[in-house]
């Protein structure tokens, strides 16, 4: 089993469309949860960050988290094009121990949203 | 922009040779994280540094070893490089140690070993 699963795609959406991407993580104790946008040829930029049980909400974007269910997920409200990227869902571990401070990534999703 | 730089864009070695890889962290960030992203898949972390100390390592062999400096910025270093070395390696900065705290990534250094 994969300590971080993503759903590779590609989901394709149209224009204005809700898209919902989703992660599956294995290590119970995981505290900290972090989705990155990356376009093709460059890094993985940040786009939202949760550490409760719940949902965060920052403009277009949602974060959705669920402890018990070892599940996180992120939903774009009207996608556009610019969105078409690859989402990366990160994870990382308790405080503590030598993998302090890692980030456990997916293989990421990519997304196209058509016109 | 992050204000994470990295330094060669991009570099071409031959198998066995060595490779130093540099990065400059977000001002008022004191640690780097070094990670490893082949085609297609998402980055795996090589190794974290903090207060010029390594503070966590991933599955990366001995060849692999790190450097920060007393202003924050940091080298990865690489030998005796293996065909299967070429990929995007990346360096994130972030506040300070720890799970709790966001990872800003740099543009990265595509490596390709022939």
């Known amino acids: 089993q994969k300590e971080v699963e993503q759903n590779s795609g590609p989901l394709s959406v149209p224009e204005g469309a809700i898209a919902s991407l989703n992660c599956t993580y294995s290590d119970r104790g995981s505290q900290s949860f972090f989705w990155y946008r990356q376009y093709s040829g460059k890094s993985p930029e940040l786009i939202m960050s949760i550490y409760s049980n719940g949902d965060k909400e920052d403009g277009r974007f949602t974060a959705q988290l669920n402890k018990a269910s070892q599940y996180v997920s992120l939903l774009i409200r009207d996608s556009q094009p610019s969105d078409s990227a690859t989402y990366l869902c990160?994870?990382?571990?308790?405080?503590?121990?030598?993998?302090?401070?890692?980030?456990?990534f997916g293989q990421g999703t990519i997304l196209t949203v058509h016109p | 922009e992050t204000g994470v730089t990295q330094s060669p864009t991009h570099l071409i070695k031959t198998r066995g040779q060595q490779v130093t890889l540099r990065c400059s962290s977000q001002?008022?960030?004191?640690?780097v994280s070094w990670y490893q992203q082949a085609l297609g898949q998402g980055p795996q972390f090589i190794f974290q540094?903090?207060?010029?100390?390594?503070?966590g390592r991933g599955n990366f062999p001995p060849r692999f070893s790190g450097l920060q400096f007393p202003n924050y910025s940091s080298e990865l270093n690489v030998n005796a490089l293996e065909l299967d070395d070429s990929a995007l390696y990346l360096c994130?900065?972030?506040?300070?140690?720890?799970?709790?705290?966001?990872?800003?990534f740099g543009p990265g250094t595509r490596l390709t070993v022939t």
């Open positions: 994130a900065s972030s506040l300070v140690a720890g799970s709790s705290y966001e990872q800003y």
């Open positions: 540094y903090y207060r010029e100390e390594e503070n």
């Open positions: 990160a994870v990382a571990p308790n405080a503590g121990g030598t993998s302090y401070g890692k980030l456990t």
């Open positions: 001002s008022g960030h004191n640690t």
